[in-house]
């Protein structure tokens, strides 16, 4: 399973717009890349997932470049409650994608 | 998105009590489960896949006989911690994979504190 490195934290002012950028050297030609959000004593919630190139949802967008080996999370003009810890996986349709959790980037938003 | 539930969501228990944990996919049908385990401030850690109506993978280090797990329905399935203890208490955590798409969606948790 293809391991992800993140930064360890990240700070950020009300409005900012905040990049969140993940390593996956080893990914693999099946693997999908999946972000979560988590919030203290709460279960992870899913971001948004691409295999290549960019998405974009209501919520934040996501950049692969063509190698596929790092990714990022584009959060636009974040307000307090986005302070959180976001999680960045690798992982096949089989496996739901989702199995392995790195340590995450814990984001603080500040007004 | 489908809306994974947990029940209890926190429980307290003497050591050498048994706790049961429910996870139940309630707009679905998720032939497979996933348990993980989150100490504070930490990650979380997959615990064992569940499959319904077979026995639970459990990953390397994790007892089985431990956390027995039961998938008896595609939609319910239960960790039972026996003969719980202190360092048992952490945030159990249970996510379920819709059959259509293999996409997975995490229940809220249940914090477990062991006296």
């Known amino acids: 399973l293809a391991k992800t490195t993140q930064p360890i934290s990240m700070d950020s002012y009300e409005g900012q717009e905040v990049n969140i950028t993940c390593s996956h050297n080893?990914?693999?030609?099946?693997?999908?890349i999946t972000w979560y959000q988590q919030f203290p004593s709460q279960g992870p919630r899913f971001i948004i997932q691409?295999?290549?190139t960019k998405v974009t949802n209501e919520v934040a967008s996501l950049f692969i470049p063509a190698d596929r080996k790092s990714s990022t999370l584009s959060l636009p003009r974040v307000s307090l409650s986005d302070t959180a810890v976001y999680y960045c996986?690798?992982?096949?349709?089989?496996?739901?994608?989702?199995?392995?959790f790195g340590k995450g980037t814990s984001l603080l938003v500040t007004p | 998105g489908a809306v994974v539930s947990q029940h209890p969501s926190r429980v307290i228990c003497k050591s050498g009590t048994s706790v049961k944990i429910e996870c139940r996919s309630l707009?679905?049908?998720?032939?497979?489960m996933f348990w993980y385990r989150q100490f504070p401030k930490k990650s979380l850690m997959l615990m064992a896949t569940?499959?319904?109506?077979?026995?639970?993978?459990?990953e390397q280090g994790v007892e089985k006989d431990k956390f027995l797990i039961n998938h008896a329905s595609l939609t319910l399935s239960t960790l039972t911690v026996t003969s719980a203890h202190p360092e048992d208490s952490s945030f159990y955590i249970c996510?379920?994979?819709?059959?259509?798409?293999?996409?997975?969606?995490f229940g809220p948790g249940t914090r477990l504190t062991v006296l």
């Open positions: 996510s379920a994979r819709v059959a259509a798409n293999n996409e997975q969606f």
């Open positions: 080893n990914i693999a030609t099946n693997d999908y």
């Open positions: 691409g295999y290549k």
């Open positions: 996986l690798v992982g096949d349709r089989n496996s739901g994608y989702a199995l392995n």
């Open positions: 707009d679905f049908q998720a032939t497979t």
């Open positions: 569940s499959n319904e109506g077979s026995k639970a993978t459990y």
